[in-house]
């Protein structure tokens, strides 16, 4: 941004980043104070609706640690879908998939149809809405897609907009991964239920 330090608008530039660094620094420690799984997923779209002027946001995640296929999480807001596009999945492997985990950045469907053409996938996310798709990401690899509405203000997707998400989508991410692991290690795979372990800490706890 070209401008003088004492510009007004520079120094507005400057506020509003480190606005949006103290937002980040305290939505980490919020997504990072709980492993349980659909509070963190709700966490993440209340803190979109909250923070970038939509009244839309999904997203997209594996059932199962080992899923080759993300689906719609059912606590979506603001979209208005048709009973079949619930069940809609996305491969793990689709060209989508592939191609945003060379950007890991906020891209709109066009900027991504531009680059590498259209998909079922993109086709899909395009008709029921999605305005701005965001890859969650842990340790370099996508682990669930975002996807938000138009903003409430019909305008454009700023620079900062998609700075801020793309920031966003990476400690989603780590959150989401951790929130996964940590049921792997707690629940038994067979029954479903709780392992012995995890009943003694939580009686301990509570004594």
């Known amino acids: 941004m070209i401008g003088k330090d004492n510009d007004p608008l520079m120094i507005e530039y400057y506020e509003k980043k480190i606005y949006d660094q103290k937002q980040l620094l305290e939505i980490s420690k919020a997504l990072n ?13 209340n803190i979109c609706l909250a923070q970038l002027q939509t009244l839309s946001a999904a997203i997209f995640l594996a059932p199962e640690a080992d899923s080759n296929y993300f689906e719609l999480e059912p606590s979506f807001k603001g979209f208005d879908l048709a009973e079949d596009d619930a069940g809609f999945r996305i491969k793990t492997d689709a060209p989508l998939v592939t191609f945003l985990e060379t950007k890991l950045k906020a891209m709109t469907p066009d900027q991504v149809e531009e680059a590498m053409g259209l998909s079922p996938e993109l086709e899909f996310l395009r008709r029921i809405g999605g305005d701005l798709i965001i890859p969650l990401n842990a340790k370099g690899k996508v682990n669930g897609l975002l996807l938000l509405g138009e903003k409430i203000t019909m305008g454009e997707w700023m620079e900062e907009d998609r700075d801020f998400l793309t920031t966003l989508s990476t400690l989603a991410g780590i959150a989401v991964e951790n ?21 003694q800490t939580k009686l301990k706890e509570e004594m």
């Open 33 to 45: 104070s709980t492993l349980d799984y659909k509070y963190l997923i709700d966490a993440i779209l």
């Open 179 to 199: 929130s996964r692991l940590y049921e792997l290690a707690t629940v038994d795979m067979m029954t479903g239920l709780k392992v012995h372990h995890y009943f």
